[in-house]
């Protein structure tokens, strides 16, 4: 992996860089400082630009174009009859820091070297925003980007929730800023998860969504005359689920139902929601698809704006969340976990002219896919070591060509792991550590484990089949793909021990070894 801003690299870092670079030019990819001038269109359309937009913690199945009927979503269904709709795309790690250093990275999170919630992205990383900045791009990243670190990652500009607060002291809010802080795991469940759907105590001018689009729409403006690459991240729908005070009432709680809790479910489900009642589940639901739609509502200012200035035909919009979310089923107000709303994501790719209309891409691909989906989109060359499969071919309908058979998504924190294939899934844990991420149930540790669900007949996976010896030949082939594909992307401060079975190699795969 390289370094991504040459004026702090080493005398290594800049050898590996130029000799990178040297190489591309060699084949005639790119040549600079004009690299970008060797890519433009033939048809004299500009050098195009990347805005990626990214959502905190939606569900693929809380979007209209996916098939919900709650409304929340008119914008985002709008992109998606404008582009192309991937309709099972799974993030790498159903955990916010560790799936978006998965995608920024190309590189599976125990490749990337960040698998819990707080560990900083490494200072060596090689980003998407660093490498299109090599290539010659401008680029922002503006929102939450979850590096955990002072560093902009490669990124010319980084805007977050510092800069947020300082505008927000210099221009009161009208009505008063009336926020309570957030306090999660401290205060009760009902609170942290807003089930009384209470706004955050500020004017839609005053949000810090607000802020992050006016900064965008900025940032795009004074950047006609060249390319630019940038992010913008998302707060929302993150619990506390925040709204502004315009919002209160869109969604009610008893517009949503409960879904049933088994013994089973009981029995696994994290300590911190066991006293969550069935009104509590109502009224989260309520405070989670208000603040969908207030996000919603963000990415429409910031897509009308990029029409307005006159560059969307030369703008590749890409949308996606980080993970999903569970919003009450198996009793779970969370996302760190296996379960299919969880870790299926939207992903939405648009840009006219060059993508389809109105497509819905039915194959299976992961988050990890982007950063070499987006070069290639792009027309630009893309780093080596990538892990990530390119999906341009099956966005351009091209003969034979195909996402995954099966997708992975790994938790470490809880030392788990998915894979799942176009039916079946099975997830595989080690059953031994004691997690630090508030969610444990409060029952002694399991030891190893398996399930195995059959999400064709039983989509809500209710019913785990990892005891069925009829299905062992099914189990035993995703088992040995679990394998295969942490094997094969291994990238760690040590070697995996010799003498290990598969099984014993995906639990030591697991284990955390953040730095």
């Not at 105590?201 to 005359?225: C, H, K, W």
């Not at 209160?248 to 088994?262: C, D, H, K, L, M």
């Not at 989670?288 to 035909?313: C, H, K, N, V, W």
Request: one cysteine or more; glycine letters at 8%.
């Amino acid at each position: 992996m390289w370094l991504v801003r040459p004026r702090k690299q080493s005398r290594l870092g800049r050898i590996a860089i130029v000799a990178l670079l040297g190489g591309l030019f060699i084949l005639g990819a790119c040549q600079l400082p004009g690299a970008l001038q060797a890519h433009a269109r033939p048809t004299g359309r500009a050098v195009p630009n990347l805005l990626l937009i990214i959502a905190d913690d939606q569900s693929g199945f809380c979007l209209g174009a996916a098939g919900d009927q709650r409304g929340a979503t008119p914008h985002l269904d709008a992109l998606a009859r404008q582009g192309v709709l991937f309709d099972r795309t799974f993030c790498n790690s159903p955990l916010c820091t560790s799936s978006r250093q998965s995608f920024i990275t190309g590189l599976l999170p125990h490749a990337s070297g960040v698998t819990r919630l707080e560990t900083r992205l490494p200072e060596k990383a090689l980003t998407l925003g660093g490498w299109l900045s090599i290539l010659g791009y401008r680029t922002a990243a503006i929102g939450k980007m979850h590096f955990n670190g002072p560093s902009r990652h490669g990124f010319d500009i980084r805007i977050d929730v510092a800069q947020w607060l300082a505008h927000l002291q210099q221009h009161p809010p009208e009505g008063g800023d009336h926020r309570k802080e957030w306090r999660p795991f401290s205060d009760p469940a009902t609170v942290w998860l807003n089930a009384r759907c209470e706004d955050h105590g500020l004017p839609t001018q005053a949000m810090e969504s607000t802020f992050f689009v006016d900064r965008a729409i900025e940032y795009m403006n004074q950047n006609r005359g060249h390319p630019f690459a940038m992010i913008v991240s998302f707060y929302d729908p993150h619990a506390p689920f925040r709204f502004p005070r315009e919002w209160r009432g869109r969604y009610r709680p008893q517009q949503f139902s409960v879904s049933p809790i088994s013994e089973r479910d009981r029995e696994e489900q994290p300590r911190i929601f066991h006293n969550l009642t069935d009104d509590d589940f109502r009224g989260i639901q309520a405070a989670y698809y208000t603040s969908l739609s207030f996000m919603d509502f963000q990415t429409g200012r910031l897509i009308q704006a990029l029409e307005d200035s006159g560059l969307a035909s030369d703008t590749l919009v890409v949308f996606l969340s980080d993970n999903g979310y569970m919003l009450g089923q198996h009793g779970r107000v969370e996302k760190n976990c296996f379960y299919e709303p969880a870790v299926r994501v939207p992903l939405i790719m648009r840009w006219p002219g060059h993508l389809a209309r109105g497509k819905h891409i039915l194959d299976m691909v992961e988050l990890v896919d982007l950063f070499p989906t987006v070069c290639s989109l792009l027309n630009v060359p893309a780093p080596s070591g990538l892990q990530g499969i390119d999906l341009s071919p099956l966005i351009q309908g091209k003969p034979g060509a195909k996402g995954r058979d099966v997708v992975f998504s790994e938790y470490n924190e809880s030392e788990e792991a998915m894979v799942r294939a176009d039916r079946f899934k099975l997830i595989v844990g080690s059953g031994r550590r004691e997690r630090k991420d508030h969610l444990e149930s409060g029952r002694p540790l399991s030891g190893p484990f398996q399930r195995l669900f059959d999400l064709e007949h039983d989509p809500d996976e209710t019913i785990d089949l990892s005891g069925d010896a009829r299905l062992d030949p099914v189990r035993n082939g995703l088992l040995h793909r679990m394998y295969e594909r942490l094997v094969s992307t291994w990238i760690g401060p040590e070697p995996i021990p010799p003498g290990l079975s598969e099984l014993e190699q995906i639990h030591w795969c697991l284990t955390p070894r953040d730095k």
